[in-house]
């Protein structure tokens, strides 16, 4: 046969029409199963292009794998995306990226599904995910991947939120703070209900309250920890210390206090949760609470490759180690610093 095979080609040699092999290809189910056979025959010997739609439809594998994101613009996902991605190519499966706010997992749900994908990686799913869990009984594979939804049975991938909220608090306690803010992200989102208690939980043992006033959700927004920062600096009962449950909205709060007028840390401590690259660069130095991202991205699509292999296997949920990672944002207290340094 001369030059490229065309669907038209496939129809002459396999006997049916040209309207019968688009409907193979497109998986119609109008197609009787002998006829079926007879043109995946043909485009399997011809190694027909769309040559991964073929493939699929001869060995019922899409080979792709879809990932749901809520912000690309978030910091936190790039490196996190590049590392799924890297894995997916080398068990030779292909990613289908999704980029959608949080709680609207349905709709980006329904369009992989039409892709035919395999499986799906969420990261960042809310505890009261629907669409999760539909999946999850009717056994599609899926991994939570830094969330975790209520109720749901599924394998998830996260970093220990309690251990390092604790160790953040702890650390501001150490150094002699006393009035902290807290800077909470989405109230749906497991990571920032784990943090927040655990901070919380901390603190109280220590004997220091958190008061309402000083605890703000800023939805894992950059500007809208900006602005409650702002809020609580200029308010009463002004915190010498801001922890935020993630690094984006920790740089909010740095740009809050320094338009204030503010030194960071010598005014006002300043803690982020999940170091991100940006965390560790000269202009911000944030101190943070680290978490191993790639490790996890690479966990959660080889716990997804076993649950496409094997659907009916138990549940896992794999648990990685948050670190305390101290730069330059946070200090002891104004006064306890001038004290300190008038004893030197």
Not at 160 to 187: K, V
Not at 247 to 265: E, W, Y
Request: glycine residues 8%.
């Amino acid at each position: 046969m001369n030059g490229p095979l065309t669907s038209s080609d496939i129809a002459r040699e396999a006997g049916v029409s040209q309207a019968t092999v688009s409907r193979v290809l497109n998986g119609s189910d109008r197609v009787a199963p002998g006829t079926r056979d007879r043109v995946l025959a043909v485009i399997e010997r011809h190694g027909y292009a769309p040559s991964a739609l073929a493939r699929g439809l001869v060995t019922n594998r899409s080979q792709l794998i879809g990932v749901i994101v809520a912000d690309i613009t978030n910091p936190f996902y790039p490196e996190f995306i590049e590392a799924i991605g890297e894995s997916l190519a080398a068990r030779e499966l292909r990613m289908l990226f999704y980029n959608g706010g949080l709680g609207d997992e349905e709709a980006y749900v329904r369009l992989l599904l039409e892709h035919r994908v395999e499986g799906i990686i969420f990261t960042s799913a809310l505890r009261s995910s629907q669409a999760v869990r539909r999946l999850v009984d009717e056994r599609f594979p899926l991994v939570l991947t830094n969330r975790s939804v209520d109720g749901a049975d599924c394998d998830v991938v996260v970093g220990d939120n309690p251990a390092g909220a604790q160790a953040a608090a702890q650390h501001l306690l150490d150094l002699g703070h006393r009035r902290i803010g807290l800077i909470t992200g989405h109230a749906e989102a497991s990571t920032s209900v784990e943090r927040a208690a655990a901070f919380a939980t901390r603190l109280e043992a220590a004997g220091v309250e958190l008061p309402a006033h000083l605890v703000r959700d800023a939805a894992f927004d950059q500007a809208a920890a900006r602005r409650v920062a702002v809020e609580m600096l200029t308010g009463p009962d002004q915190p010498t210390a801001l922890m935020c449950v993630n690094d984006v909205m920790a740089f909010g709060a740095l740009n809050a206090a320094r338009s204030l007028g503010l030194r960071v840390p010598e005014d006002v401590s300043v803690m982020g949760f999940d170091d991100i690259p940006m965390a560790g660069w000269e202009a911000f130095r944030l101190t943070t609470v680290r978490q191993p991202l790639a490790e996890m991205a690479r966990a959660s699509v080889r716990l997804l490759s076993e649950r496409i292999a094997e659907r009916g296997r138990p549940a896992q949920r794999l648990v990685y180690p948050s670190d305390l990672i101290v730069r330059d944002t946070t200090a002891v207290p104004a006064p306890d610093r001038r004290a300190a340094e008038a004893r030197r």
